[in-house]
């Protein structure tokens, strides 16, 4: 079996999605994603240019060896863009494998360590009663996890994670576009004074048993996080997300020190080499990878079983930034992972998006269900493709008060 040829398409709706279509001899062909927010035409240049003509005449079964071939073979090793160009050939490859098979791609892990899997959505609000009605209506449509972010009174612009608008707005997605970066304003101090009057009316409101979830978005200094961390306790958080910037793996003992408060982390890690001290050291609770930008099945699959061995949970990145290419190939993994914690999951089922990538997966009250369809289970419409164009966008730029600038 051979690879005959590999193409590469960028766009989507209200998306730069970067799919890459693996075409084999023998008529089955894998299909992987690339995205990487805000740097697409990055990802397709190097699949286009420089990774495409490699896979010509390869096996494609050889999957684990086609890994290493590029991961080892690049002597400039790692990072997001070269990580996510792997791994769109790495899930395409996967893909292959189990049409192959004849089976849906969790056969191939090891079955399913259970049906439906936890996922949680996005609520957002400018100020706190927005937020609480966004959190009922994701209550309402049988959620059971919920992250929350809030508008902070007096902060000159809304946090990360709060929508612009006053009113209630659903499936909120943060508005990357633009030709240069917007510039957001920060107060640690005023943000860290408010947010436990936020999860004391979110727990008054819904109770107990809601899994409430917050992202720090990396903007505290360590000392700050620990504090932080310990002030929100009482709210038994299922977790606190990056609170501080953890390219410093070792940041995370001060606050794991500190505060019994779960820690999930790693949703801009790449490789291995990212977390293995973070998770040896069983300073996180969770582990939040993308097949995407951290090498595909191949590598995400050995940071799992890393994990595994250390009491570490996985809760993959799963912002709209990710096509359901690379969300099927998570919600594949989810299903087979004896270490499965969470998904991150926002609803694109708009029709153009269907459209586009065909799917029988399916949401039920808050869980994931796979549909056993051979491979990945996703497809992709090359016409439906032809309607789309890549445009420009950029993460915002945060300041602090002073104009220090300050991490997004
Ligand atoms: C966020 C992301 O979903 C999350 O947890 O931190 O939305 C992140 O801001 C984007 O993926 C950045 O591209
Ligand atoms: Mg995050």
């Avoid at 999860?199 to 979830?213: H, M, S």
């Avoid at 491979?375 to 915002?396: C, K, S």
Wanted: glycine content about 8%.
């Amino acid at each position: 079996m051979k690879i005959t040829d590999a193409k590469v398409f960028l766009g989507g709706p209200k998306k730069n999605y970067v799919t890459l279509k693996i075409i084999t001899d023998e008529g089955i062909y894998g299909l992987g994603d690339a995205t990487l927010n805000n740097r697409e035409t990055l990802t397709a240049a190097y699949l286009q240019d420089y990774l495409v003509q490699c896979l010509i005449g390869k096996d494609p079964r050889n999957s684990e060896d086609l890994w290493q071939y590029f991961y080892r073979g690049a002597y400039f090793r790692r990072g997001p863009i070269a990580m996510a160009a792997f791994g769109a050939i790495d899930m395409a490859l996967w893909d292959i494998k189990a049409k192959l098979a004849g089976l849906p791609l969790y056969q191939l892990f090891g079955g399913k360590s259970r049906d439906g899997c936890l996922v949680y959505a996005h609520a957002t609000g400018s100020n706190l009663e927005v937020l609480l009605d966004s959190i009922e209506d994701y209550v309402q449509q049988g959620y059971q996890a919920v992250r929350v972010q809030c508008g902070i009174p007096g902060m000159p612009t809304h946090g990360y994670g709060v929508s612009e608008q006053d009113g209630l707005e659903k499936n909120f997605i943060t508005d990357f576009s633009g030709s240069v970066p917007k510039e957001e304003i920060w107060d640690t101090d005023k943000y860290i004074r408010y947010m436990p009057e936020v999860f004391t009316r979110i727990r008054e409101r819904f109770g107990d048993e809601l899994k409430v979830l917050h992202d720090v978005h990396h903007r505290l200094l360590p000392r700050e996080a620990a504090a932080f961390a310990k002030t929100l306790e009482p709210f038994n958080l299922y977790w606190l997300e990056d609170p501080t910037p953890a390219e410093d793996q070792a940041a995370l003992r001060y606050v794991r020190q500190h505060s019994t408060i779960p820690l999930a982390i790693g949703e801009v890690f790449n490789s291995i080499y990212d977390c293995n001290k973070l998770i040896e050291e069983e300073l996180i609770d969770f582990i939040r990878v993308a097949v995407t930008y951290a090498g595909g099945i191949t590598h995400v699959k050995r940071i799992i079983d890393l994990a595994g061995l250390h009491h570490v949970r996985t809760g993959f990145h799963g912002a709209p930034s990710h096509s359901p290419i690379s969300m099927a190939a998570q919600h594949h993994l989810n299903a087979w992972a004896p270490n499965f914690g969470i998904q991150e999951y926002l609803v694109l089922d708009t029709p153009e998006c269907a459209a586009l990538f065909p799917s029988e997966h399916k949401l039920v009250d808050g869980l994931f269900y796979v549909s056993d369809a051979p491979g990945l289970g996703v497809d992709f419409d090359e016409t439906e493709a032809l309607r789309y164009r890549y445009e420009q966008g950029f993460h915002p730029v945060t300041r602090l008060v002073d104009g220090t600038l300050w991490n997004y």
